[in-house]
């Protein structure tokens, strides 16, 4: 299954699915935007285990059913897809807003979770009413979301050169977040205080330079969950999969012991 | 014919380098820009001029934006408290209340129906879809826009027209398990309805919906456009054929002694669109849901492909379009009406022909730098010497 990317239906919901890679399975669930089949990180990703990433419905490929458009929607639908997948346990990992679901998804059951690895997670509230923690980029200018994302904005996805294809999927990817995460703004009041409940070995990685979201607010994350680690990827924004990819690999290849 | 005076009260005191250093000067524009000083000298014009329509026999229009130069209305329930109890004579429009930027549609029936009581049945109600910076300033998810502006007129209407005790709603976007607005409306069953769109899609909905069907610096070929589809919606759906009553179209307007003095005083209100309108790219084009996503080759790249570029719609708010737009320019495609009295007269009935009658002629009238003195001036010279001769204008039979 190298390169290949399929469907698969969840409580009559169809789901793109992109596979890399044989080993030990990990799901992946994606972030602001899905994750292109040309990342480098994919493939040395599937140098040791099984990359499955579902795009959720309304991003990528995967369309979106009517009345299918809150949290409580993604959480059970992902919750259905492990309970569905051909596996006892899983690597559950997730990106960004990927990572908000993968811990909404521990809270509820840790069953099918064999270990849980967050990478700049959004989708939990920790400084005060008035400090918002997460940049907002839907009301902040796209050039200055662009330089907060990444540590070099140079790596930042140039639409010049990507395909039609791909920039109408961006756009799909955009306006299903706005549609998922608007209010209360990329997280999920409620799910600090279950947060302990999350029994699966933890990784949180951050990316050193992540403006969207910074390592402090991933270390508050981190110390919520019990016994996770805390580990900081140098020389990356929001996006260190994609920025550091070996760098990103290795730490998590470190986790799950190769 | 009937005519309608809007003003959106706007504050272009900023100063221009300021303007010239901000991505936007609406819903991001810091309010310390804002002198309240000079905003209530502004409201207290504004206001004066609201009172010498009704002394003429102009009807009112009242609209609201939210955080930016363009409009110091934030809330047209408010200000339409104030026109119910100052006017006597004339209609009063709000157009409108951004419903989809309100959390609870219930409250907006309420204020509406106290309006339409004050003013003893003098009420029309107006929908505008909203969109662009108004929903970060309302704090409005711009997905779902569309969808939660049908629902919130359809709940408006219940709580308009439920008067034998609390009745419930449970909808998708609105849930309400107890509507019973005190005092209900004067009119009955509701006061008239309209909503300002220029598409032809919600065209066809309004029409669906008998809500009389607003345009606005859409030039008569996208008028006609939406007001065919509105039209033809109606024979779908075996309804009554749409009369001119159903249409209204706003153009900039001033009448002035001479065609110089009307073009020159006009251009000043083209601000609006000139300054007025900029809005950042995170507010417009790039606000999630604002554009079809199968558009994003267009929009996402800096140059859009020559197989694209011809053929593919202007996106962002129409006024994008108009930037540049001189006086002579938007008298000729139709988004401004200015000269004098017969000039002003021949270009509306120029226009009322290309698209096939309307009864509702709605005026943008101050706007930027147009003083207090120009713009009741304009308003005297309309109401004197064009109004007269619009109200004789017999509409053709409906076919």
Known sequence: MSGSADKITVNGIELEVLRRGQGAPVVLLHGMDTVSPKAPFLDLLGQHVEVIAPSAPGFGNSPRPADFDTIYDLTHLYLGLLEQLPYEKVTLMGLSFGGWLAAEVAVASCHRIANLLLVDPVGIKIGDRETRDILDVFNTNPADVKGKSWADPAKAPDYDSMTDEELVIHARNWESLCLYAWHPYMYNPQLKQWLGRISAPT???????????????????????????????EGAGHHPEQEQPERFVRAVMGFLGD | MQAWYLCENPYPYVPQEVLDNVDSVRGSLPNRYCDPKVAARL??????????????????????????????YGASPLILGILARETKNVRILSLGTLVTARPDPVRIAEEYATADVISRGRLDIGFVKSGGSEMASANSNPIGNLERFWESIDLIKTALTAHDGPVSWEGKYFTHRHINIWPPPYQRPHPPLWAAT??????????????????????????????????????????????????????FTYVGDSDEEGLEIGDKSLWFLRVGARSAAQFS???????????????????????????????????????????????????????????VFRQIMEFYDKVGGFEHLILMGRSGFMTHEEAEKGIRMFAKEVLPRLKEVKHAPVA
């Open chain 1, 203 to 233: 990784l949180v990685l951050w990316g050193d330079r992540d403006g969207i979201v910074t390592p402090d607010y991933g270390r508050a994350y981190a110390k919520l969950i019990r016994g996770a680690e805390f580990a900081l990827i």
């Open chain 2, 43 to 72: 409201y207290e014009e504004c206001l004066d001029e609201y009172r010498l329509c009704n002394e003429m026999g102009l009807n009112i229009i009242s609209n609201e934006h939210h955080a930016g130069i363009n409009c110091l």
């Open chain 2, 198 to 251: 220029s598409d032809p899609e919600t065209s066809v909905e309004l029409a669906k919906r008998d809500i009389i069907n607003a345009t606005f610096v859409r030039g008569p070929d996208g008028t006609r456009k939406s007001w065919d589809a509105y039209r033809q919606a109606r024979k779908d759906a075996g309804m009554s054929p749409a009369g001119p009553d159903r249409f209204a179209y706003m153009g």
């Open chain 2, 285 to 343: 084009r790039m606000l999630p849901g604002a554009t079809p996503a199968a558009q994003a080759p267009v929009l996402y790249r800096t140059a859009p492909p020559p197989t694209l570029a011809g053929g593919v719609p202007h996106v962002g708010r129409p006024a994008a379009a108009f930037r540049n737009v001189t006086a002579e320019q938007a008298v000729q495609r139709g988004v401004m009406f200015a000269g004098n009295p017969d000039t």
